[in-house]
Nanobody, 126 residues
Framework: QVQLVESGGDSVQTGGSLKLSCAAS????????LGWFRQVPGKDREAIAT????????NYAGSMRDRFTISQDSGKNTAYLDIHSLKPEDTAIYYC???????????????????WGRGTQVTVSS
């Protein structure tokens, strides 16, 4: 089983930036695809981006490519999410997730993930 711990959430002003981190621990063979998602209480979870840890290929959901950047430090088993030009509608709990898919092309935001972190809160005020 993979343990995921998110950090970096904060309260920021509109237009600010944040860098979220997701530290993954557990057998490296148990996951090769990391993803970022967000959820506002009472609403559906929204996919943001994924990264295939073995080759770094990235996949973004819809318009998320504009202000969100996913990256990784494979040596540290850590994934990052840079968010720029933050807006009040970005306020949510941001979650990291992991899954083993076996091939870079199977790592996408449409994939069902098996392990989840507890999330980190991002609040954007106007």
């Amino acid at each position: 089983q993979v343990q995921l711990v998110e950090s970096g959430g904060d309260s920021v002003q509109t237009g600010g930036s944040l860098k979220l981190s997701c530290a993954a621990s557990g057998p490296s063979s148990s996951f090769d695809c990391l993803g970022w998602f967000r959820q506002v209480p009472g609403k559906d979870r929204e996919a943001i981006a994924t990264i295939y840890t073995r080759d770094g290929r990235k996949n973004y959901a819809g318009s998320m490519r504009d202000r969100f950047t996913i990256s990784q430090d494979s040596g540290k088993n850590t994934a990052y999410l840079d968010i720029h030009s933050l807006k009040p509608e970005d306020t949510a709990i941001y979650y990291c997730a992991a899954v083993r898919v076996g091939d870079t092309w199977f790592c996408s935001t449409e994939r069902a993930f098996t392990d989840w972190g507890r999330g980190t809160q991002v609040t954007v005020s106007s």
